[in-house]
């Protein structure tokens, strides 16, 4: 099937035993990825069979949250980690609950973000007279459980046999407990959700499944994020508190989701008396552990903890971490368009310019070198300042006017060393120089740009430090900025240019922050790690750059 053929949206309705599905995720998944590109809603149903007398019908009993349900579930998300990624997964658990719950819950209709375009079986049919039933009958059974605003969808039975793979060890290891899940009122957990991924998804379902009212959600914000990698590539709070609701009532609209954004690791854990279970990775164990010796400070009952794996990144790189986690989502961004240029009607189409900017020591020169070697024409905004310093010109004059003659060498060029100490450490000094120095950087930078367009060169690389705070924005089609983490920077700084640690912090000082700038970012890169990181990042920035300076 080609790509145009995929579904955005399905639903799948698994019929299959348990034990049966938890030796064909692998194979399922498989061949989901021939017929969906969007979503995939997953129901559970083990055991329902759809080709029978009975099969449109919504069966009375409900679906039980036993241990095996909750592992089948967290094997479902895992490998999807592995093999179909780039598809939102989300199990439905609104009726897989306690016969408390049965009657209450249950029994609604609930309403889906994204209505599916195909339903999707393992229930396997034997002639085209058996598939029309079980068609009908999965028809007739899922729209008791979601309301279906666009009537009846596609249906397409799943070949698990095209493309599904052997059973691995683990696979065939399935613990065959049908004892069912305990049960809380109200549940806490917490986390950054950055990024939804599967690992985020397996905390929550099983959140889900072990609550019976509440689930209490904090969501780390501010300093809790400053110490993450790439934490300045975080999605803003509202759009995570969005994106985990939007989840949560999708998987099981039944329970209340209170989603608290907190400062601390804590949050309301230890101040509300009603929570009875916190759900924690292998990861955050610790982190409810000081929560129940906090709460029992406080005179509040502990919590019992409910422990779930990490969930391993089969697919990392060297440098990304061995378990499913944002900042290796957010480390794959790198070198991506994450923000759209808005269109320049001010800038010629070609050459097309690159604004290329970061903070002192981010690696932004050595980037803009790798991207000439890819073919772009590079100007360097630092080396024509240092000219514009030259002994006879308009703006060496004004300098010497300015800051007085011992910022003069003996032969009558600025030291650049004594104008720095002035400047890094003052923001009004530094005012004076740029009001000097930008207007005549900016001319010489336009001059090189003119010449480049002489010579038919389409991308330039105007590899400028002060690009957002000079307000050259205009100048360019695009923002490109180069991260490094301050601790980084500081330690680059004072190897390469003998700085003091204070020194080093004044000039980053001087300078917007990582935060401020990749708001302004089309593209991000990061040069914290080795070199061929780099590399491959700008060679997948040149690469995209090309495609869609194509289009
Ligand atoms: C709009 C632009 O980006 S134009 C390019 C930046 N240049 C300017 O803003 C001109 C004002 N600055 C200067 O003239 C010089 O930097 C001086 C005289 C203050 C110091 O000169 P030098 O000691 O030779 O240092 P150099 O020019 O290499 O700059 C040191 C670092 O400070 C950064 N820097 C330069 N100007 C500024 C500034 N106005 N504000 C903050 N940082 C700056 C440089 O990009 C460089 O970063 P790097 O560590 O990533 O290479």
Redesign the pocket.
Known sequence: MSQQELFRTGILILTSPLSILSLRTSALLTSITKHISGTLYVHLHPGLNLAGPNGADRPVDAVLPTWEMSQLIIKLYEKASDICNHIDIRVLLSHICSPQMKITACNQICSLSYTPDVLLTDHETQDQQELSIVEKSLWNYITKYYSYPCGRPSYVPLNLEAGASPPSQVEANVTNTEQTLPSYNDIVLGGTFDRLHNGHKSLLATACLLAQKRLLIGIADKDLLKGKRLFELIQPVDKRCFELKEFLYDVNPNLQYDIVPITDVCGPSITDEHLSCIVVSEETRKGGEIINTKRKERGLSELAVHTISLMADNSHALHEDAKVSSSSLRARLLGTLMKTPSPNPKLPRRPYIIGM?????????SIAKRLELLGAAHIN??G???L??RPGTRANAQIVQTFGKDVLNEDGS?D??C??EK??ANKEE?LR??DI??PV??EM?KQEISEHAKTGRDVCILD????L??G?SDMVHEVWVSLITEHEAVR??QA??GLSQEAARN?LA??WSNSQRVQQANVVLCTEWDPEVTQQQVEKAWNLLRRRMDQ
């Open positions: 900017t970061g903070g002192s020591a981010s690696g932004k020169s905004c630092d024509l300042g240092h514009a310093y600025i650049r060393k104008l720095a400047v890094f530094m120089l740029t120095i930008w950087i900016m930078t400028a430090a002060v690009l705070e000079a050259w680059r700084i390469r240019d000039r001087s300078q």
